[in-house]
């Protein structure tokens, strides 16, 4: 079974500083991935998505990220942490057999100005 | 403009009154899906639709039914809703299973 998980439950970061959100996943073939979040009191927007190709790949809001399959990994960077960043992030990855896509718990961002 | 849309946004209900809530989408998607969203638990799928008439339960769908008989709406009925049931809600929408998500803005529910 496909699992996704996010290890961090909170990241607390200064304004202008990097980021890394990390996700790692558990699935059986090549993986379509994405990155969600989450503003207080809004639906999930997709940051960016994972299908094939470049590794790295870039999303809105000067979000990228990285697949790695040898670390089972597509961790979230951000070079510099803006404060409206400020939300919760979800990674997820696409359903295979199973029809029902699977979403990490979440990893709340913090930022302090 | 492209959305997802869910109705009511907010809904205050007590034990065993039968809800229902909308979602439609306008973007022609075949797959949707309900979720919900409690603190600590992230997202678990309740039930999904590959196309019209076609649906399936997700990780969580005791208490729950839906319905797909047009392609643009699936709304979740909850027959004798119970205050475990207190929760916010997400409707979403696909192109296919595999692809990114089209998420609703999301309808908070209590039930006392």
């Known amino acids: 079974a496909q699992s996704v998980t996010q290890p961090d439950i909170h990241i607390t970061v200064s304004e202008g500083a990097s980021l890394e959100l990390r996700c790692n996943y558990s699935?059986?073939?090549?993986?379509?991935l994405f990155w969600y979040v989450q503003s207080p009191g809004q639906g999930l927007q997709l940051l960016l998505k994972?299908?094939?190709?470049?590794?790295l790949v870039q999303g809105i809001k000067g979000f990228e990220a990285e697949f790695k399959r040898s670390q089972s990994s597509f961790n979230l960077r951000k070079p510099s942490v803006h404060w409206s960043d400020a939300a919760e992030y979800f990674c997820?990855?696409?359903?295979?057999?199973?029809?029902?896509?699977?979403f990490g718990r979440g990893t709340s961002l913090i930022v302090h100005p | 403009e492209a959305q997802v849309t869910q109705n009511p946004r907010y809904l205050i209900t007590v034990t065993g009154k039968k809800l229902t809530v909308t979602c439609s989408q306008n973007?022609?998607?075949?797959?949707m899906s309900w979720y919900r969203q409690d603190p600590g638990l992230g997202l678990r799928q309740i039930y999904y639709?590959?196309?019209?008439?076609?649906?399936d339960k997700g990780d969580v769908p005791e208490g729950y039914k839906v319905s797909r008989k047009e392609k643009r709406n699936f709304p979740l009925i909850l027959e004798s809703p119970s205050p475990n049931q207190t929760s916010l809600y997400f409707c979403a929408s696909s192109l296919s299973v595999q692809y990114e998500q089209y998420f609703g803005p999301g309808t908070r529910l209590t039930v006392t």
């Open positions: 699935y059986g073939a090549t993986p379509y």
């Open positions: 994972y299908f094939s190709g470049d590794t």
């Open positions: 973007m022609n998607h075949e797959y």
């Open positions: 997820a990855v696409g359903a295979g057999g199973s029809y029902i896509p699977t």
């Open positions: 639709s590959m196309n019209v008439e076609v649906t």
